[in-house]
């Protein structure tokens, strides 16, 4: 029984740039699950992978309010049956697929039967924060077993903390006018995008040695680390064809932890064959999968 990627969905707010991060993924969260043709208490296991949320929000566990908000399983299950168990997953850019490779997990194990990975971000104080360049969007991506298909066969993450100063954010107070605030700063250095290609590059050699890959069957790479250009240079650094490349589509090339959901929603994975997944983010950190269809 092989996991795999039933429908994802991604959501942008349009033309009102006041819609927060929440709404964003609760959005997706239900076009996904109609996609999929599926029912909110379907999902039995929901994870948040997102990291810049609304006023900076960070208790209670997001993925618990979205739950609500979608409808998933609200109360608990007569006689102790299952319900959906939704938490957090904090690894920046690279949270989506750990949430993922967590689902894998329990799919696997037969303790679930589907589960959701959410991600998004949006300037959590517009006009306050410095440094934020990520374009508001939320990503949902449901998973489930199918016995016909072997989906994800191998992950790999690594941390190269060298590098951990390319890519930091913060949040600190600040007194002003007798009184203060908190701002989120992010900074991203120049040299950011030419580390985060090495790294990834690493890190999809060594998921391809492992997992028995020859890069050159990969049919589509499926890669963001909130720069643009990053999925065709990766390409270029694994002799996959450029034209195999698949980046967030336009307008969110620098989106964060919803990137991989993004480019997910602009391609056919069953039509690719065997699909490389990478991101890259702050650490620097790298998280890679092999999907095969």
Known sequence: MGTVIEAT???IPGGDPAVGAVYLVDAAARACLERAHRAPDD?????????????????PAIASLIQEDIDANPEPEPGGGQGTLSFDVRNGACGLLTGIELVHG????????AGMV???DADPEPGQTE?????????AILLSTDAAHPGFTGFRFATFPEYGDRFTSEIDWRTED???RNVLTVEIADDYPARALECAEATARELAAA???DLREVGALVAAASTPGFAPALAERLGIPPTRAVPPPDGLASAHTAALAAALDSVS????????????????TVAAAVYRG
């Open 9 to 11: 969905a991604t959501a």
């Open 43 to 59: 999902v039995q296991l929901l994870i948040n992978a997102g990291v810049y949320l609304d006023r900076n929000i960070s208790e």
């Open 106 to 113: 329990l799919l696997a194990s037969g303790t679930i039967e």
């Open 118 to 120: 959410v991600a998004t």
């Open 131 to 139: 440094g934020f360049g990520f374009p508001p969007v939320g990503g």
């Open 178 to 180: 007798g009184g203060g």
């Open 211 to 213: 997992d028995g890959l």
């Open 269 to 284: 994975l069953p039509d690719a064959g065997t699909a490389l997944l990478v991101s890259a983010g702050s650490g620097i």
